[in-house]
């Protein structure tokens, strides 16, 4: 009977109500209601049999089922490959960089690492695309013995599965922290009285009273331990004078009972039996080879499976993982190794080079270099597949088995490198201090030093990390020239971003001044090194020497052709020159690349940067529902990865839009973020975002106070825009002594920078503090200059203040057409605050003006919105699930709802139904 016909005629003894959830959990999926679920419970409560249960009545649903093993060997994908691989007829089906992305992880082709949320995002379109035929029901068994890579993808599927006909169901002891979160349901030990029913089905034989509720009580009604705690205890002690001791955990207790069985049986079946359980993939093939190596015979088999401790199929399988890490443990060190050796040397070297690679190494009973190096080549096998977790755990073997210290120290400073991408950054800090032990020449004991401090500046982006950043530049200097500027780089961004919370020796000016010290970098020069020889310059020098150099090294990043990877990386350092320089041609092709870039590589961990800067170009092009686009993609993916959110252009959009509310409690909240880590930066962005909400909605003291606040220090970026606020509402307040020397402070950078953007802020400020036709002639100037740019919200600016001018001087004609242009610009942005500032105007002009009534598609949601643009822009709903994480069914169900709010029928309708405009989020051609 299928789940979506009605309910199961049976269900498992004491596990009703589990059963109908399982059953609920399918009922939906054949008509496209996508089911979740993590089945959490101890070793033994039955999760394996309730999985079981559920699939014998999943009529009409194709299954695919994985089982994690207990193993310390990590395959990275290995548990992803078993699920999807009867699928994988149909993997040429999917995007291209998709295709691409799983077929490397899989060891199908060679190529780029991957990064690991692009594989998920290929799994969730291979499993939508699987079960357009026919329902599918996807189950992890065990899933906390899953390889970490596996996991991870699973978990991303797991979050964006939500109308296709899929069910997704992981069965496991405790979540781990990629399965946090999901849809739980916890499996709990039998009642009494059904404990008393199981037990007495395992006892053929008269039970004292007391003992039966002895076993019941101590069991807590798990029915593993109810059904095989009775095969090892012997007459006596079940008519009586039998006692769980209170100390021992029920799987202990069970682990016990298996153990004891696995004693009773021959020598030979033992010796198999260990071997099994060093072969965590179950590969009949290999454990037959590798039994016959070691003599075992044929039939050895058959004593073990008599005994109900293994099934020997096309897989072994033990009855329970308890059964296997019951043999596996019980046995002398000298046994396993034996055991594994035998399992290496039947392992394809050629074939499966990684697992001989890990047998061999479990095998060694000390230091051998012959082995350590051949974990090492399966660290990089395992790094260009993107298994980082796998390369990691290679690595760290590697480390144990090196005889020379020297050697074993340069291991250990890889592995900790591989463990910090890993995202484990607690044993990368513990094998940095196990190279810390052993002698180090210079260059690996500067390379330490780096490592440290980028581990610290990745962890907080805190101000920790310029000064160490700074001691390896200074020990790299004469050893490794293009490493030193490189660090120093790194250095000046840490600092960069310590701001004005920077330690003592690690402010921008203290990193900048020791980055001149910095051995020559070569010729023709990096766009790296242009940009460290140009930001020495600006934090030493000064803003207008800084300007040239770099605006060489904008240039330089720019040019695609022949730009190195490691150029490549910094691209989000020219995202903030760019800005700082007024250059708002520069800021949008860097962005522009910065995003393709990502896309293109499926650098999913770098993609929410990308995003969230190319969302600051859009806000200040005018474009909110672009940016908001943007930083909603960001939060999804920061939300699918576990990543910390990124709120920076979110306060920024929020303040533009005049959100108070939103924007204030954005605001503090980063504010607090930012301090507790140490990043200034943050907290100068947010003052930013606070003058111009305040400006916005006229507050002007309170804009005073946020933009002097941003002023008190020189941040990247930011400093000129602060100023910019600061003079406006200086001058609004009748505060012209603290707006003139603010407008000095501004002309030396705007001046210096030449641009369109900064000549036309200087004017529009000059223009504040000034009267008659020198006023009029500098706000004529402003719009001019600024309406050649990118930055319309300046544009609008200018237009509003020329306007209030105008009208302050009972020029209302004049005045009325600059504050249409304004509130025009505000309004179609979203900018409330100063749309509503430039109504105010029009109306103490005479004018009478309505409020705007709301547009059908405002009443979308953000994704609802997202969608429909990128469906407008003739995206298929493949290349928009790409885009979006989502598969191409959910986008198919997203458009219907569309379609029902703006009233239309068709894709053709859309662009007649939603407002033109230049979306950021279509800058690439190519989708993930």
């Known amino acids: 009977m299928g789940p979506s016909s009605g309910r199961p005629r049976s269900v498992l003894r004491g596990r009703r109500s589990e059963c109908e959830v399982l059953a609920t959990l399918l009922d939906g999926v054949p008509t496209g209601q996508s089911s979740v679920l993590v089945l959490r419970g ?136 990629e399965l946090t979160g999901l849809p739980e349901l916890k499996v709990q030990g039998l009642s009494e009285r059904d404990s008393h029913l199981v037990l007495a089905s395992a006892i053929r034989g008269p039970l004292d009273v007391q003992v039966r509720d002895r076993i019941v009580a101590e069991t807590r009604g798990n029915p593993l331990a109810l059904l095989q705690l009775p095969r090892v205890l012997t007459p006596t002690e079940l008519a009586g004078g039998f006692g769980l001791p209170n100390t021992a955990a029920v799987a202990s207790r069970v682990e016990q009972s298996f153990y004891r069985q696995f004693q009773s049986l021959p020598d030979d079946t033992q010796q198999l039996l260990l071997t099994a359980a060093a072969e965590p993939i179950g590969d009949i093939t290999l454990l037959r080879r590798a039994a016959e190596l070691q003599g075992i015979g ?29 043999v596996y443990q019980s046995v002398s060190a000298g046994d396993r190794q034996a055991a594994h050796r035998a399992l290496a040397e039947a392992t394809d070297l050629v074939l499966d080079p990684d697992r001989r690679a890990w047998h061999l190494a479990r095998a060694a009973s000390g230091p051998d270099e012959a082995v350590a190096d051949e974990l090492e080549r399966s660290a990089e096998r395992a790094r260009a597949r993107g298994g980082a977790v796998a390369a990691a755990a290679f690595l760290e073997r590697a480390t144990e088995l090196t005889p020379d210290r020297a050697r074993r120290a340069t291991r250990a400073l890889a592995a900790a490198q591989a463990k910090l991408l890993a995202g484990a950054p607690d044993s990368a800090h513990a094998l940095l201090a196990a190279a810390e032990l052993a002698p180090l020449d210079g260059i690996r004991r500067a390379g330490l030093e780096r490592l440290r401090a980028q581990l610290s500046f990745l962890l907080r982006r805190g101000n920790e990390a310029p000064s160490l950043l700074l001691n390896a530049a200074v020990h790299l200097k004469a050893l490794d020239t293009q490493s030193a500027r490189e660090t120093y780089l790194e250095a000046l961004g840490a600092a960069i971003f310590a701001g004005r919370l920077s330690k003592s020796g690690g402010s921008v000016a203290d990193t900048a001044a020791a980055a001149r010290t910095a051995p020559r970098g070569p010729q023709p020069a990096r766009a790296i090194d242009l940009l460290l020889d140009g930001l020495v310059t600006r934090f030493t020098e000064g803003y207008a020497a800084g300007v040239q150099p770099l605006q060489r090294a904008l240039r330089a990043l720019s040019e695609e052709e022949g730009r190195s990877q490691d150029d490549t990386r910094w691209l989000w350092l020219g995202c903030r020159i760019a800005p700082d320089l007024w250059d708002d041609e ?343």
């Open 298 to 326: 044929g039939d050895a088999a058959a004593p073990a499976v008599a005994a109900g401790l293994v099934e020997l199929g096309a897989r072994v399988r033990f009855r329970h993982p308890l059964v296997r890490s019951a």
């Open 586 to 928: 520069s800021w949008h092709e860097l962005t522009t690349q910065q995003l393709r870039h990502a896309r293109d590589a499926g650098w999913l961990t770098a993609l929410p940067i990308a995003l969230t800067y190319r969302a600051g170009v859009e806000i200040h092009a005018g474009e909110f529902a672009s940016a908001a686009e943007l930083i909603d993609e960001a939060a999804v993916i920061t939300e699918a990865t576990g990543s910390p959110p990124l709120m920076y252009s979110s306060l920024v959009l929020s303040a533009w839009r005049g959100q108070e509310a939103q924007a204030t409690t954005l605001i503090r909240a980063s504010i607090e973020d930012a301090t507790a880590r140490g990043e200034g930066r943050a907290i100068a962005l947010a003052d930013y975002a606070t003058a111009v909400l305040y400006n916005g909605l006229s507050r002007y003291q309170d804009a005073l106070a946020a933009a002097q606040r941003v002023c008190e220090h020189d941040d990247l970026g930011l400093f000129g825009w602060g100023l910019t606020e600061l003079v406006e509402a200086a001058a609004r307040s009748d505060r012209s002594g603290i707006g003139a020397t603010a407008l000095r402070r501004l002309e030396e950078r705007t001046r210096a920078a030449g641009t369109e953007w900064a000549l036309g802020i200087e004017a529009r400020s000059r223009a504040t503090l000034s009267d008659g036709d020198a006023a009029d002639a500098l706000y004529r100037e402003a719009v001019e200059r600024l309406a050649q740019t990118r930055i319309t919200v300046h544009l609008a600016r200018a237009q509003l203040l020329y306007g209030e001018w105008l009208r302050r001087g009972n020029r209302r004609v004049e005045a009325r057409r600059q504050l249409y242009l304004a509130h025009d610009t505000f309004s179609r942005a979203g900018a409330e605050g100063f749309a509503e500032r430039a109504r105010r105007e029009l109306l103490a002009t005479g004018e009478t003006l309505r409020r705007r009534t709301v547009e059908p598609h405002e009443e979308l949601t953000a994704q609802e919105a997202q969608i429909a643009r990128l469906a407008r822009d003739d995206l298929t709903n493949p290349e928009i699930g790409a885009r979006l994480f989502i598969s191409p069914r959910t986008v198919e169900w997203h458009l219907g709802k569309v379609f029902a709010k703006l009233d239309i029928t068709s894709r053709k309708q859309l662009r007649r139904a939603l407002p033109d405009s230049s979306s950021a989020a279509s800058s690439s051609d190519d989708s993930p």
């Open 42 to 177: 101890e070793a033994g409560c039955g999760k394996s049999a309730l999985l079981d249960f559920m699939l014998e009545h999943a009529a009409g649903f194709r299954v695919a089922r994985v089982v994690g093993v207990e193993s310390e060997m990590e395959l990275a994908y290995a548990g992803l490959h078993q699920l999807c691989a009867p699928m994988l007829d149909r993997i040429e089906k999917l995007p291209p960089p998709q295709r691409d992305a799983l077929r490397v992880a899989f060891g199908l082709q060679d190529g780029a690492a991957p990064d690991g949320f692009l594989i998920g995002l290929a799994v969730l379109t291979l499993l939508a695309s699987a079960a357009e035929e026919q329902p599918l029901a996807c189950v992890i068994d065990d899933a906390q013995w899953l390889d970490r890579a596996s996991v991870q993808s699973l978990a991303f599927v797991a979050r964006r599965l939500m109308v296709d006909p899929v069910a997704l169901i992981f069965a496991v002891r405790e979540p781990s922290d």
